[in-house]
């Protein structure tokens, strides 16, 4: 079983949750020789109800912001001690590294922290009951930003932590999606052997109960995210773009939204399913012409 | 009164750096440095160590308080003794994580250069950023010199980390009045610490050979069970603070009261502080006949039994504090009247030094005179909002 | 002075018993169960792959690979149904 090793089963994740298939999968590729420090959020809850823990490596979790800042004071304690081997890792979603937890990742990727960060994205503060966070894309329906007769959801743009990583100077920044899972896989083991310097990998985690899609469609949506355009599977590496996947053909982004009920609003809303399209092309263009004509993102720095 | 006895291996040096050069002594492996006034000389003193290679440490230059206190946990975490200091606003910003060092007993040792909070912004001097987070679970210290600030880290270090405490603790020192002043201090070297001081072992480090989750979710049952366990450990640690000032007394001959709190003079009314006020307090006290200091050292665990034994046959008690719980009245007032409760003594109240302003002997005078004619009713509080 | 209580907690609530959480059988909650047809299933492993318990092995039986679904901890999500290339997966309501 995938990550039986490293994460034992009955925690109290939602029936078809999509970070708990990301969590399987990363730890799978991270090995036993690592040390986890966890954000507060869905993952951390349902994963360590004392007294029982459904993780089998060294695993802290402090307060909600503070992941990166953790994970980079046990990082200098095991050199300290001697030990270059160990990998330490942290790990939170959209809340706790892309919002209340941004200055400790800024921080953390400035100061060339030896660790690496990885943010599962499920685009709204889940645990909670699903509150609008950073992560929140255009458009999308959550109990903070709902979806009511004047503003028809959130109106802002989702952060990129990727960029914002990389334009920190991170030594490597990933995106990745649990559908394609030899990829994330591939990308974790990849910065896993790296060292010297900080590497970011942003997933994104599919929630049934936040997004209102029924639970067997999360590797379903996942990979429509994909297959829209909608979540380009990318790498930057020492500030080279190398785009893993692209679409042939691109899949109307409609088909991905109206999936999901946190999106249903813009059935009728085509003005606003036109500028995510709009988007979503743009940036298309943007990075394929980076890759193409070999610009170095760093420059950019 | 400060010793007038000169110590041939005193050096000559700012309360920051002594600090900063006793962190040294320590052995102490993982820094995380913020800067806030007036703490900011002690972490820039170890960079300068640090890139001078004279200390063999990892230092963590953090972008944030809460960063800083949280680095400093997951080295510690991690099994190797760790340091930071702050001040004021970067306290109050650290304080959700220090309950959480506290509830998860990792023992950290930080220094905090006491100052004002805002708002208005203030950078001088008084208790209030400490005593505010007096119910974290952190041992408090608070130190009258630079001497006894030196001291007390070495002194909180084997505290915090033996194993039947395992509390994280604050040496709680006066900003600009210890932190920027001049004086002679003996700072003890690595090697003479090294006999009093032993190697951090912290029982359950985070390493892959072992591994174990920290920092889980407690349910009702389980969270009140663990808090009475944390309250419990708390209040033994008492003897482990008082264990500590004899021992170090063995190794270095300076001991400061019993560790938990300092009687200086006899006289029938007493004046209980905190701080480097009661150097100006023990100055008072010895030109009167009926005043005496009874200082308080750790301030958490509150030393209530001690203070009863010592203030139980007094006239008149005088808290003279640098603090106030806004809506009520000072803390150490409040908590020393929970001591001498059903003793019949006068407690009187005095908000002094708010922001800085200074305490001068003249107010100090003028404190004792009010009480002694009877022109402030006990059980009172009255702010003193100027220099008088 | 407090009496001292003796428990059996570590301080600072900290785990030892790693991957404890198995003792916890979430397949009380399940209101549809899958079923593997096994003359359909070819033993892809992809059921394996994206359950989120991690409750699904392909294992050797009667001499071909197969799906086998640990309903001890299977929550009845289906996605394991709904990702099976071959349809070999169908649901059935729970029976309590």
């Known amino acids: 079983m995938v990550g039986e090793k490293y994460m034992a089963p009955g925690h109290r994740t939602c029936a078809g949750c999509g970070s708990a298939i990301i969590f399987r999968h990363v730890l799978e590729a991270l090995g036993e020789d690592v040390i986890l420090c966890q954000a507060t959020g869905c993952m951390e809850v349902t994963t360590t109800p004392y007294p029982e823990t459904s993780f089998k490596v060294p695993w802290i979790h402090v307060v909600f912001e503070n992941a990166a800042s953790v994970a980079s004071g046990v990082k200098r304690a095991l050199k300290m001690k001697g030990n270059n081997h160990t990998r330490v890792v942290a790990i939170g979603g959209d809340g706790g590294m892309i919002d209340i937890g941004f200055g400790a990742v800024s921080g953390a990727i400035e100061r060339q922290e030896d660790i690496i960060i990885i943010v599962y994205d499920n685009e709204a503060y889940s645990n909670t009951g699903l509150q609008r966070s950073g992560g929140t894309p255009f458009g999308a329906s959550t109990t903070t930003s709902p979806a009511g007769k004047k503003i028809p959801g959130k109106q802002e743009w989702k952060k990129d932590i990727c960029m914002i990583g990389l334009m920190h100077r991170a030594k490597y920044v990933a995106s990745a999606n649990p559908a394609f899972w030899q990829d994330l896989q591939a990308k974790v083991k990849k910065a896993y052997d790296m060292e010297g310097g900080p590497r970011l990998i942003h997933i994104l985690a599919p929630c049934p109960v936040g997004w209102h899609f029924d639970s067997s469609k999360t590797i379903e949506i996942s990979k429509l995210a994909v297959e829209t355009g909608l979540w380009m599977l990318y790498e930057v590496e020492e500030g080279n773009l190398k785009i893993n996947y692209k679409p042939n053909p691109f899949k109307p982004v409609e088909d991905y939204l109206l999936m999901q009920g946190r999106f249903k609003h813009l059935a009728n809303n085509k003005e606003m399913i036109r500028k995510i399209e709009e988007h979503v092309k743009k940036r298309w263009e943007m990075m394929e012409k980076v890759e193409k004509e070999g610009i170095n993102l760093l420059d950019l720095a | 009164m400060v010793s007038k006895k000169r110590n041939k291996n005193a050096v000559v040096i700012e309360g920051s750096q002594a600090v900063a050069r006793a962190v040294k002594s320590c052995d102490v492996k993982v820094i995380a440095a913020y800067p806030i006034t007036p703490q900011t000389h002690i972490v820039q003193e170890l960079a300068k160590m640090h890139a001078n290679g004279e200390i063999d440490c990892e230092y963590i230059n953090v972008e944030a308080e809460f960063s800083a206190i949280s680095a400093v946990l997951g080295s510690t975490a991690a099994g190797v003794r760790s340091f930071t200091a702050t001040s004021s606003q970067g306290l109050a910003l650290m304080n959700e994580v220090l309950y959480a060092t506290a509830g998860m007993r990792i023992p950290v040792v930080m220094v905090v250069c006491n100052r004002a909070l805002s708002a208005p912004i203030n950078i001088w001097n008084d208790h209030q950023d400490s005593i505010a987070e007096r119910d974290s679970g952190w041992i408090q210290i608070y130190v009258e010199s630079v001497q006894e600030a030196v001291d007390s880290l070495i002194q909180a270090y084997k505290i915090s980390e033996d194993k039947k405490v395992l509390l994280p603790s604050m040496v709680c020192m006066d900003g600009f009045y210890l932190t920027h002043v001049y004086e002679p201090v003996v700072i003890p070297e690595k090697e003479e610490v090294d006999k009093f001081l032993p190697a951090f072992e912290y029982p359950y480090p985070l390493d892959p050979e072992k591994p174990l989750t920290m920092g889980p979710l407690g349910f009702p049952n389980d969270y009140a069970r663990l808090r009475k366990q944390l309250f419990e450990a708390t209040l033994e640690s008492k003897g482990k603070i008082v264990k500590a000032n004899k021992d170090f007394k063995k190794c270095f001959g300076r001991s400061y009261g019993d560790g938990l709190i300092e009687v200086y003079g006899d006289g029938k009314i007493a004046i209980v502080s905190m701080g480097s006020l009661c150097s100006t307090i023990k100055e008072y006290v010895d030109s009167s006949k009926d005043v005496c200091l009874v200082r308080i050292r750790t301030f958490r665990p509150f030393p209530g039994e001690e203070l009863k034994k010592v203030l139980k046959d007094k006239e008149k008690v005088i808290v003279m504090e640098k603090n106030i719980s806004l809506g009520h009245v000072g803390s150490v007032f409040m908590e020393l009247a929970t001591a001498l409760y059903g003793t019949g003594i006068e407690i009187y109240d005095f908000i002094v030094g708010s922001g800085g302003i200074d305490v001068p002997l003249s107010t100090i005078n003028y404190v004792v005179e009010r009480v002694k004619k009877n022109k402030e009713k006990p059980g009172s509080v009255v702010f003193i909002d100027k220099v008088i | ?96």
């Open chain 3, 1 to 96: 002075m407090t009496k001292i209580s003796k428990n059996k907690d570590l301080p600072g609530a900290i785990i030892t018993d790693v991957g404890s959480t198995a003792k916890n059988k979430t397949g009380s909650w399940r209101t549809f169960r899958p079923v593997v047809d096994h003359s359909k299933c070819v033993g892809c492993g992809k059921c394996e792959r994206f359950c989120p318990e991690g409750c699904i092995k392909i294992v050797e039986k009667d001499g071909k690979r197969v799906s086998v679904i640990d309903y001890n901890y299977c929550k009845g999500c289906l996605i394991c149904m709904n990702e099976c290339p071959l349809k070999a997966i169908s649901k059935e309501v729970e029976h309590k």
